[in-house]
């Protein structure tokens, strides 16, 4: 009698596990990955490798590219970290848009067909990592830190802090979410035809210190970008603010700038106040 139950008891545990393991199988499929191939070091010609990776419901495009790098072709180039939209290291053309590989799920897109290929408007270094010296460059042009000098550390034993009110940090706290993943200057037409257009990551980061009231160089970062190679070579497109993924909009950054620049809006932010004390020493 016991091992008659006992027979009962695996056969159920045996169905159990099949019933499982169905689920579990209707829950993968197949996609074909379409990789961009080049190395400029080696061979100026460019072509797709395609690749058949398993993935599931949860995948996103990063785990089925390192999918097809950890078991089909250990040489593709790529390049990424946090996983989770922070870093910006993973962006990359997914079937004709620019896209976070790392925040687009396999789901999300159209068919099982997933193309991969590098941002354009950066230089390739190899397969899908690109050149983002200039991208760089223009960040850095734009001064991205507080002009005040109230703001250096002179004494160490003393800290100095400014008081800002919920509405003033509402005025660039949107622009400060800029993770610096280079998508909307891979979608701008402008930077296309102008390398010396510092793009619209750097123009709305540009903003974003003219709005902080903690910042006292407005005029002076006015000076940067006024020029035919500036602000001005922005045509308003509109695409960067698209394929943003953390909802900075550039656009609306640049049109605020413009504002400034034409005296629609008024350069008379009020500064922020500071306070100073003494650090107790231990």
């Given at each position: 009698?016991?091992a008659?139950l006992?027979?009962?008891t695996?056969?159920?545990?045996l169905?159990r596990?099949?019933?499982k393991?169905?689920?579990?199988?209707?829950?993968?499929k197949?996609?074909h990955?379409?990789?961009?191939?080049k190395?400029?070091?080696?061979?100026k010609?460019s072509?797709?490798?395609?690749?058949?990776?398993p993935?599931q419901?949860?995948?996103?495009?990063l785990?089925a590219?390192l999918h097809a790098k950890g078991?089909?072709?250990k040489?593709?180039a790529?390049?990424?970290?946090?996983?989770?939209?922070s870093?910006?290291?993973?962006g990359?053309?997914?079937?004709g848009?620019p896209?976070?590989?790392c925040?687009?799920?396999?789901?999300?897109?159209?068919?099982n067909?997933?193309?991969?290929e590098?941002?354009?408007?950066?230089p390739v270094?190899?397969d899908?990592v690109?050149d983002f010296?200039?991208?760089f460059?223009?960040h850095s042009?734009?001064e991205?830190f507080?002009?005040?000098?109230?703001?250096?550390?002179v004494?160490?034993n003393r800290?100095?802090?400014f008081?800002?009110?919920?509405?003033d940090?509402?005025?660039y706290?949107q622009f400060?979410y800029?993770?610096?993943?280079?998508?909307?200057?891979?979608?701008?037409?402008?930077?296309?035809s102008?390398?010396?257009?510092?793009g619209p990551?750097?123009?709305?980061?540009a903003?974003?210190?003219?709005a902080d009231?903690?910042d006292d160089?407005?005029?002076?970062?006015?000076n940067i970008?006024?020029?035919k190679?500036?602000?001005w070579r922005?045509h308003?497109a509109?695409s960067c603010s698209?394929v943003c993924?953390?909802?900075v909009d550039?656009?609306l950054?640049?049109?605020?700038?413009?504002?400034h620049?034409v005296n629609?809006?008024?350069n008379d932010?009020?500064?922020?106040?500071?306070r100073t004390?003494?650090l107790?020493?231990?």
């Amino acid at each position: 009698m016991t091992a008659l139950l006992n027979i009962k008891t695996r056969r159920k545990k045996l169905e159990r596990d099949e019933k499982k393991e169905s689920t579990l199988e209707s829950s993968r499929k197949v996609v074909h990955l379409r990789v961009y191939r080049k190395n400029p070091k080696q061979d100026k010609s460019s072509h797709f490798d395609k690749f058949e990776v398993p993935v599931q419901r949860w995948s996103t495009v990063l785990d089925a590219l390192l999918h097809a790098k950890g078991y089909l072709d250990k040489s593709i180039a790529i390049r990424y970290s946090c996983r989770m939209a922070s870093c910006g290291s993973c962006g990359m053309k997914i079937n004709g848009i620019p896209r976070l590989a790392c925040y687009t799920k396999v789901s999300e897109i159209d068919g099982n067909i997933i193309t991969c290929e590098p941002l354009p408007n950066f230089p390739v270094i190899r397969d899908l990592v690109g050149d983002f010296s200039d991208f760089f460059e223009h960040h850095s042009a734009m001064e991205p830190f507080i002009h005040n000098q109230n703001a250096d550390i002179v004494d160490e034993n003393r800290l100095t802090e400014f008081i800002q009110t919920p509405e003033d940090v509402e005025n660039y706290l949107q622009f400060s979410y800029c993770i610096k993943c280079g998508l909307c200057y891979s979608a701008c037409p402008s930077v296309g035809s102008d390398t010396r257009f510092p793009g619209p990551q750097a123009l709305a980061q540009a903003y974003r210190y003219v709005a902080d009231n903690r910042d006292d160089a407005t005029q002076s970062r006015l000076n940067i970008v006024d020029n035919k190679h500036g602000i001005w070579r922005c045509h308003f497109a509109g695409s960067c603010s698209v394929v943003c993924p953390k909802g900075v909009d550039p656009a609306l950054g640049i049109q605020l700038l413009r504002g400034h620049l034409v005296n629609f809006s008024k350069n008379d932010k009020k500064l922020a106040e500071s306070r100073t004390r003494n650090l107790g020493k231990t």
